[in-house]
């Protein structure tokens, strides 16, 4: 079972340096110190999140807080080549300026062999620029794979995985956290909002808001949540928040870091993020509130009964 102490909580970076307040040094100020105020100490970017590296170096956040980045990948097939990882890393640890603590591996990208991409892994740790590797939206096959052919060539072990966890997108309890638990690798979970999916109506999904249209990636949570079953449950959601007393974010966020499969003795943790300033303490405050009733768990489930067979793997496989 997992214990009942909260995971470690991760500031995700992706509007840092992309999206105002975001962007001016005031501002990156007043997030720091109000994520700092709350033990916040990790931050979470990469190379695909526009200019957060790069405002991260430029406010000296890694005089803060250790910085957790990943490399392109498939996001941007072709560049994971030896050569390309090393020339990746030591490109954002000079933009970050300091050395990275998890260095991730965004998603697959099937057009470079993997043992060229690790060898390139391997010499970038060699070279100082991170301190601990990491995965992120790869199938529990590979997660094997790519443990097993570092460890026979004595490279760094993969030690953290991050995906796509939420109350409503939980595929990977079964598909991937057997595999991790394993091997010893600690899972951090990104959207555990789903995308923003569990603070909207179903009109507002419906009506295109936040990162639900064609303009944001693609339409990649398009992809990942709209759809029928997604669209009625939104309406128990909303109600379930009305039992509980909290809003639907702080519902989504308290299910995700006392009632999940995660477990703090494990290493595990919770990214969660904020496109404007007056979101980030709601969140932090309503973590802090601790357990669900047991009633208002009980909802939870039925309401994953209801979606699990439309439900996403990730933001790479959908």
Not at 123 to 128: I, P, S
Request: with cysteine; glycine share 10%.
């Amino acid at each position: 079972m997992p214990s009942e102490e909260c995971p470690q909580i991760i500031f995700g970076a992706g509007f840092i340096g992309n999206a105002d307040p975001f962007v001016s040094d005031e501002g990156l100020k007043a997030t720091y110190d109000l994520i700092a105020q709350y033990g916040i100490t990790r931050l979470d970017s990469a190379q695909l999140y526009g200019e957060s590296e790069r405002r991260l170096g430029e406010t000296k956040a890694g005089e803060r807080f250790s910085i957790d980045t990943k490399w392109l990948m498939g996001w941007n097939p072709g560049l994971a080549t030896k050569e390309g990882i090393v020339a990746g890393a030591k490109e954002s640890v000079k933009k970050i300026g300091c050395v990275v603590d998890v260095f991730y591996l965004h998603c697959p990208d099937v057009t470079v062999p993997l043992e060229s991409t690790l060898a390139g892994v391997h010499e970038a740790h060699q070279l100082g620029l991170f301190k601990r590797f990491g995965l992120s939206n790869y199938p529990a096959a590979d997660v094997v794979w790519i443990h097993n052919h570092c460890k026979a060539q004595g490279y760094i072990l993969p030690s953290v995985f991050q995906g796509n966890y939420a109350a409503v997108a939980r595929k990977l309890e079964t598909t991937l956290f057997p595999t991790l638990r394993d091997l010893g690798i600690a899972f951090y979970a990104y959207s555990p909002v789903a995308g923003g999916l569990l603070t909207k109506t179903k009109q507002q999904i419906v009506d295109g808001a936040g990162r639900y249209n064609t303009n944001f990636m693609n339409g990649m949570y398009d992809q990942m949540y709209l759809k029928e079953s997604y669209l009625r449950a939104l309406g128990e959601w909303e109600d379930i928040a009305r039992e509980q007393g909290c809003s639907r974010a702080e519902l989504a966020y308290r299910w995700v870091a006392y009632h999940s499969a995660l477990d703090a003795e494990c290493g595990d943790g919770v990214v969660i993020g904020a496109s404007k300033f007056e979101q980030i303490e709601p969140t932090l405050r309503g973590l802090r509130r601790g357990k669900l009733t047991e009633s208002v768990v009980e909802r939870i489930e039925r309401v994953w009964d209801t979606v699990k067979h439309d439900a996403p793997t990730d933001a790479f496989a959908k």
